[in-house]
Every structure is written in structure tokens, then in C-alpha cells.
């Protein structure tokens, strides 16, 4: 991960299935090869923890190849199964301090705050690395029933040093926007592997952006 005094960096979210982890690990190898990637988080959404778990062991030698960090989403426990860099908690998947206590206290840990200063403080007072604001834009990745505002990612960063992370529909006509109104992560899923041009094209796009 990064500081909020570094540039603005790409967050990966995995597709919400992946039937064949040896083929996506090769996938992703080649996605990382194309750019800057700070965070990979793995949300599998209905698979069993064992699926979990196994996905994820076969994908942290890709993703320590290329120094991206490995979370996995919601479920702290299964991260610590997995000896994975982290976990990514909704509001109702547990506290920061019990995660941290599973974890160690050198694994990250971040939090979604949806469109809330509030759940962001609270977060950040007990020990969340990253605070994630969103959904900025419609997306079809989740439901969603919360709408951020971009002045959040602004007010956040002038006050707070805990990075943010912006989610939620955004695309390459969009992640400029938000990098400028201060996060400090942009959170893509759909984006990039239903890019057009396949996936690595898509963060190589993304990292221009980001770059500029």
C-alpha cells in the first residue's frame, strides 16, 4: 500500500468467480506486467472458504512477484488461513481491532466506509491502513446502496493521513476526476477485465491516467 503524500495508485478487485486459479494466476501475471497495481483484492462471492483460501495461496506467489499486495475480502479469518497481506472488511464483517488481533498487527487491514466521515474517523481511530469511500458511479460489480460525493475524497485528505481508497463504477473517464479530488487508491473491477482490449491494456490505460 502506500502514505496519502504518494501518487495515486490502482486497487484491483478480482471478478466475483474464477474457475480455474492456474489460469487466472497466469492472467494476472500478465496484468501486473503491464503496470502499476498497489492492492489485489479477491472477492469470490458464493465460493466455499476452501475455494477461497486455495485461490488465494495459488495467486500470492504472482502477486509478491510483483509486489502488489493480496487481500482478501470480508472474511478475516480466511486471510489468516490463507497467510495472505491483508483483509478488506465490510461494515458488518467484523471490528478492525479483532482483525487485527487474527492478522498481526504488519497486515493491512481496510475498511469500507461507503459515503461516512464518520464510519472513516471511527475506522481510522482504530487502526484501519485504508478507508474506502464509495460507490461513486452506478456499477454493475455490486449491489449498491450508497452514493459518495467526490468533495469526500478532498475533506478526507486534508484532515486525515490514513489513505483513501475511491470505489464504484469507475473507468478511465472517470479515475482522473477522483485522483484530482484527493484519493489516494482508485478501486477498479469491471474496468479492466472487460476492457475491450483485455485486462492489461486496461491498466496500462488507467496508469497514464494516474500518471498524468
Same mark, same amino acid.
Given at each position: ?6 501518487? !495515486? ?20 501475471? +500478465? ?7 498497489? !492492492? ?6 458464493? #465460493? ?5 483460501? #486455495? ?7 504472482? !502477486? ?14 480466511? %486471510? ?5 497481506? +491483508? ?14 488481533? =487474527? =492478522?498481526? =498487527? ?6 469500507? !466506509? ?13 487502526? #484501519? ?18 452514493? %459518495?460525493?467526490?468533495?469526500? =475524497?478532498?475533506?478526507?485528505?486534508? *484532515?486525515?493521513? *490514513?489513505?483513501?481508497?475511491?470505489? +464504484? ?6 479515475? %482522473?476526476?477522483?485522483?484530482? #479530488?484527493?484519493?489516494?487508491?482508485? %478501486? ?9 482490449? +483485455? ?14
Amino acid at each position: 500500500m502506500t502514505t496519502s503524500d504518494q501518487p !495515486c495508485r490502482l486497487y484491483l478487485i478480482s471478478q466475483s468467480e474464477i474457475a480455474d486459479a492456474d489460469a487466472f494466476a497466469a492472467t494476472l501475471d +500478465g496484468v501486473f506486467k503491464a503496470g502499476d497495481v498497489a !492492492c489485489f483484492q479477491l472477492r469470490l462471492k458464493g #465460493a466455499s472458504d476452501d475455494a477461497v483460501v #486455495a485461490t488465494a495461496k495459488t495467486l500470492m506467489p504472482v !502477486c509478491e512477484a510483483h509486489d502488489v499486495a493480496l487481500l482478501i475480502n470480508d472474511r478475516a479469518d480466511l %486471510a489468516h488461513e490463507a497467510d495472505v497481506d +491483508g483483509v478488506h472488511l465490510g461494515q458488518g464483517d467484523g471490528s478492525v481491532k479483532k482483525a487485527k488481533e =487474527l =492478522l498481526g =498487527l504488519d497486515r493491512i487491514v481496510g475498511v469500507t !466506509c461507503h459515503n461516512s466521515l464518520h464510519l472513516a474517523f471511527a475506522a481510522g481511530e482504530q487502526g #484501519a491502513d485504508y478507508v474506502a469511500f464509495g460507490a461513486f458511479y452506478p456499477t454493475e460489480t455490486k449491489k449498491t446502496e450508497y452514493h %459518495a460525493e467526490k468533495d469526500i =475524497l478532498t475533506r478526507w485528505d486534508e *484532515i486525515v493521513e *490514513i489513505p483513501s481508497v475511491a470505489i +464504484g463504477g469507475i473507468t478511465t473517464d472517470t479515475a %482522473a476526476e477522483l485522483k484530482e #479530488a484527493g484519493a489516494h487508491f482508485i %478501486a477498479v473491477c469491471s474496468a479492466v477485465w472487460q476492457h475491450a482490449d +483485455g485486462p492489461a491494456a486496461a491498466v496500462r490505460a488507467f496508469n497514464q491516467i494516474l500518471a498524468d
